[in-house]
């Protein structure tokens, strides 16, 4: 099991450029989560698909920010136009079920715009 | 408004005592709770689950208790080693799964 996997690792970009994250979930995972990490404001949840259906994306912080999940095993977030303020670590986490289930978390995508 | 604290940033604990590490929350009634250790420059790792009608759970040197009355838990690592060293983060499920802000732990030989 190769577990979460996001890429890229590290992004840096320049302010008013798209980004892209990339997710692949644990193969027979249902749910998807995808959070985003700051000093400032800890480990936030910012959307979230139940079989491949956003269910909650109300902590998107506004629409600069969209993600897709076109299958069970692909997913992306993307920032449109990006701004300093998006700089943090983007979390990807999928689990068996929303309920239960723990999530396991790929290793992040760190994201400077400068 | 909905919280979760946890009441430390951050703790020095020496080897071999036991940590114990807090997590309160108000205007949540979750379904249980979750805890996770991070270490630097990646994901958050599961450790433990206890449901709302469990007082208390363990696995291996690790222990967790929930009050839904004090709308508390508590996370103790026993025996505790340079190893055990990390972030441990508590996660509320109620509609969704909420994060508290995560206490440093360090454990120092």
């Known amino acids: 099991d190769a577990g979460v996997i996001q890429s890229p690792r590290h992004e840096v970009t320049e302010m008013g450029q798209e980004v892209t994250l990339r997710c692949k979930p644990i193969s027979g995972h249902n749910s998807l989560f995808w959070y985003r990490q700051t000093m400032m404001r800890g480990l936030e949840l910012l959307i979230y698909f139940n079989n491949n259906v956003p269910i909650d994306d109300s902590g998107m912080p506004e629409d600069r920010f969209s993600a897709k999940m076109p299958n069970a095993s692909f997913s992306t977030l993307k920032i449109q136009p990006s701004e300093p303020r998006d700089s943090a670590v983007y979390f990807c986490?999928?689990?068996?079920?929303?309920?239960?289930?723990?999530?396991?978390f790929g290793n992040g995508t760190r994201l400077t715009v400068t | 408004s909905q919280k979760i604290e946890q009441n430390s940033e951050a703790l020095n604990i020496q080897e071999g005592k036991t940590a114990t590490l807090t997590c309160n929350y108000t205007?949540?009634?979750?379904?249980?709770l979750q805890w996770y250790r991070q270490d630097p420059g990646r994901g958050p790792v599961f450790l433990l689950l206890i449901r709302e009608n469990e007082k208390e759970k363990r696995k291996e040197r690790l222990k967790v208790t929930f009050d839904t009355t004090l709308k508390q838990s508590l996370f103790h690592i026993t025996a505790s080693q340079p190893a055990d060293s990390a972030t441990y983060l508590c996660?509320?499920?109620?509609?969704?799964?909420?994060f508290g802000s995560g206490t440093r732990l360090s454990i120092r030989p």
């Open positions: 996660a509320l499920t109620a509609s969704k799964i909420i």
């Open positions: 986490a999928s689990s068996l079920a929303q309920g239960e289930s723990p999530l396991h």
């Open positions: 205007n949540y009634s979750p379904a249980y």
